[in-house]
């Protein structure tokens, strides 16, 4: 079953009419819509970003009824395969991202995208690590929802290691689950800084599954070796009592890197650390300071 990326909604709501039934075991493709919804295109500038309707972005296609899924059961999906376009935006969006105080205006980068990389900026290539920013099901409580927010029953939650080889399991929480996905990215880091990654169509090619009166109290993810990098890293800290603010402090100093070592402007730099660093708590058990660390790929630097 192959099912096209002009069949998306762009809320969460459990009385949606299901474009299909999956049956546990069964295998679909699926394209996914890039996550403006069209308001952008690989001609867009900067100017174009002020005119962004938010209720219209993160499309996702579906939703899927899963054959006799009910609440408390748990839905597997299986990511098998998942190629994406020829073309991704990445943006710093006024109001939107970690450092939206920081970058106030907006500033728009298109990638041409190749099999294996993505062009960031000229000469700058950008390993590809296909993932899908929001795959979840709907919420038993009345709709709509809006799609932006993850939730218990996943969403957009940016967890970049949903790509392909991962292994995900949602919460049921109405008759049929109601499966949808989309929002894929060529890459991403994680945290996702700046609010985009190497945002992108795709075509994905997932199974489902079902586990009977099994659904966790949140979604997890189980991930095989192509979804973790690798390698020499730079890794920049941010020291507090505030896991937010260690986290901006950690960012603002990788961008200050980059730009020292690059050269970069600092909204590219920025940009760049949206799409290949990961932001991860170091240590969170030393009170009264926390410990966040920004790490990005020292071979984008050489």
């Known amino acids: 079953m192959h099912f096209a990326r002009t069949s998306t909604h762009t809320v969460w709501d459990r009385t949606l009419p299901p474009l299909a039934e999956l049956a546990p075991g069964q295998e679909a493709v699926v394209d996914t819509a890039e996550a403006s919804g069209g308001q952008l295109d690989a001609g867009s500038g900067a100017q174009d970003l002020t005119a962004l309707d938010f209720s219209q972005l993160n499309p996702v296609t579906g939703p899927f009824s899963i054959a006799s899924a009910r609440p408390g059961d748990a839905v597997v999906v299986d990511i098998l395969e998942m190629s994406v376009g020829s073309w991704g935006w990445t943006a710093c969006i006024p109001g939107f991202g970690l450092l939206a105080d920081d970058f106030t205006a907006p500033h728009l980068r298109i990638s041409k995208i190749g099999d294996r990389s993505a062009e960031l900026l000229p000469g ?96 997890f993810v189980e991930t095989d070796a192509r979804t973790h990098r690798t390698g020499r890293a730079l890794a920049t800290t941010g020291i507090g009592p505030d896991l937010m603010q260690a986290s901006r402090d950690a960012v603002r100093a990788l961008v200050d890197q980059i730009v020292a070592r690059s050269g970069l402007a600092p909204e590219d730099a920025y940009l760049l650390a949206s799409v290949t660093a990961d932001l991860k708590i170091s240590e969170i058990v030393d009170a009264p300071n926390w410990v966040v660390t920004a790490h990005l790929p020292l071979a984008l630097l050489d």
Do not use: Q
Not at 145 to 172: C, K
Not at 185 to 203: C, K, Q, S, W, Y
């Open 124 to 219: 700058l290539e950008i390993p590809l690590a296909p993932m899908l920013g929001t795959i979840g099901v709907a919420p038993p409580e009345p709709g709509p929802h809006g799609m932006i927010p993850p939730r218990r029953w996943g969403g957009n939650m940016d967890i970049r290691h949903i790509g392909p080889g991962a292994r995900l399991v949602l919460p049921v929480g109405v008759d049929g689950a109601l499966l949808s996905l989309g929002d894929a990215h060529g890459a991403m880091g994680d945290g996702e800084v700046a609010g985009t990654g190497i945002e992108t169509d795709a075509t994905v090619r997932i199974r489902v599954d079902l586990l009977r009166d099994a659904a966790p109290p949140t979604p």
